[in-house]
């Protein structure tokens, strides 16, 4: 049965990135028009930052590596992994409140409109953290190149990386705030527990996790993808074959939310029968 | 031709079967038990274009179940829904293009964003031409003051301003079908008057109109005809005129007497009429059957017979019929 609820067979791909791409960009306009609001929120997520460097530092000043990973090569994997982070709060952060949009009944608009709910949702607000964190995430990501010796040769692929990671992230977080569909609860717990984890283990190098962690996080929740498999191969540590794996997660990540957004949305009831 | 039809249209949703308090609940949890709950009942409706309807019933009726199930939000549990021949859930694109909703107690606009923008989304996402959109703009400028509020954000303005907007919201694309759940709620008078006005203009233009709402006066100012529904079934269905010409069949008469009013003396003594105590001890209301008596018989003997200081008569509104189809007084 045709699923009009799909974007893909119901409104032209163009459109849609057009109805996306104005909501983010007017809602970028309405945050320059509150720069309290903007640094304050911006600086947050800078100063998390911050404090991964300073962490970093200390601990490479008194260790010489982890599993055979440097200093710099670890600031990649906090680098990329805030760029991520941001990029996922800056351009889709309404995802997070698929839960309490559902609790309220605030779908109901978003599908009587000509266009796809899943980017109605997530381009209904933008998480000011995300300035900071993309900024400082960058910075820390340029230093550890520079720092390991990457080479400029390699920028393609750093841009790739990029781009995956962002999809990799708001995809998987898109996912896991789709499943308050059902279990009907104003916090996405699941993807705060992603969260959680990443800022906890993707910040090491897989080598020093058991083989079943590393294969969940390559093949089941395909977290290390995100940054830990990129700064790998760009850094050596990993055979260049496995960045294939990079835009081919994103693309399954991505087809995984769109295709729970659109099994929750068929089990959406509304609020107030 | 109808451009919305519906048959059996039912909807069932499950809820939790559970004792009230903490251990009604840990209990849930071990012996997860359910009961289905029928909010919309086998409703068959169809409206033709250009008709304005009144969608009407006690809270918990299932009218904004119906109006969700009519714009494609929610799936029927049984029965069919076509909207210019579309189904609104499985074809919910093309059928938004041609629908238009407003729930009053919910906003569309975009809450950190100026109204403008809001707009102008819509206007993106319906693919509205810039002129038309001009055009737009302005009529809804004339009718609903909308200029006054463009660049606030849309959590900075007051109900009235919301409702206004959300009116715009709903209407930018010129949809052929337009559903209004309680668009007057919480209105002071004057905003009521001047969605209501508004509201007239677009069924003149030939909109489609599916209007709920609690206050009858939206309903007798906006729509012709008037649909009841109670306990998810439809209760009554036709024009309010008739609603009115078959229902109401009884009017009153208040006399304001020199002397307190002896309401079983007059009773005995005017047995055909109901009588009825007022406010005040000199006030009392006398009922009758306008199909066997007219005002002036009635006036003429009573005025004779009493001599009352003063009296006034009351015609009984759409809103009493309406209370005693929820009261279940009458029936279809």
Known sequence: ?273 | MPILESQSLTKTFRRPDKASGFKGAVKHLAQRKYKNYTAVDGIDLSIDAGESVAYVGPNGAGKSTTVKLLTGILRPSEGTVRVMGRDPHTERIANAHDIGVLFGQRTQLWWDLPVEESLKLLKHMYGVSDADYKRRIERFDELLDLNEFMPALARTLSLGQRMRADLACALIHDPKMVYLDEPTIGLDISVKDRLRAFLRELVNDGTTLLLTSHDLADIEEVCERIVVIDKGAIAYDGSIERLKAHYITTKAVNLYLEGAADVPALAEKFPDYEWTAGEAPSEVTVTYESNRFTTAEVLGSLTAQLSPRDLSLSEPSIEDVIRRLYAGELTK
């Not at chain 1, 409109?113 to 900071?132: C, D, E, K, N, Y």
């Not at chain 1, 190098?205 to 990129?230: E, H, K, M, T």
């Open chain 1, 1 to 273: 049965m045709a699923d009009a609820l799909s974007i893909k067979r119901s409104v032209p791909v163009r459109h849609a990135s057009g109805i996306y791409w104005r909501a983010l960009a007017a809602h970028i306009r309405s945050v320059i028009e509150y720069p309290a609001d903007l640094w304050i929120m911006a600086s947050a997520g800078a100063v998390w930052n911050v404090l991964q460097f300073a962490f970093l530092a200390v601990l490479f000043a008194n260790i010489p590596n982890i599993e055979g990973w440097g200093f710099h090569e670890m600031l990649m994997l906090s680098g990329l992994l805030s760029v991520a982070g941001g990029a996922n709060a800056l351009c889709f952060d309404g995802a997070w409140n698929t839960g309490s949009m559902v609790i309220k009944g605030d779908i109901d608009y978003r599908i009587t409109r000509p266009a796809p709910v899943i980017l109605q949702v997530g381009s209904s607000h933008i998480g000011l953290q995300s300035f900071g964190e993309l900024a400082l995430g960058f910075a820390m990501l340029v230093y550890g190149w520079i720092g390991a010796g990457v080479g400029m040769a390699w920028i393609p692929v750093g841009a790739l990386a990029i781009v995956s990671a962002a999809l990799i992230q708001t995809a998987l977080v898109t996912a896991l705030c789709a499943v308050n569909f059902w279990i009907k609860s104003p916090m996405s717990i699941f993807a705060f527990l992603l969260i959680q984890l990443q800022g906890g283990a993707m910040k090491l190098p897989l080598g020093v996790f058991p083989a079943a962690v590393r294969i969940v996080s390559l093949f089941i929740v395909p977290v290390a993808f995100i940054n830990v498999v990129p700064v790998a191969v760009l850094t050596g540590h990993m055979n260049a074959w496995w960045l294939v794996g990079t835009p081919v997660a994103a693309v399954a990540a991505v087809a995984l939310a769109a295709g729970v957004y659109r099994l929750g949305l068929r089990a959406y009831d509304s609020a107030g029968h």
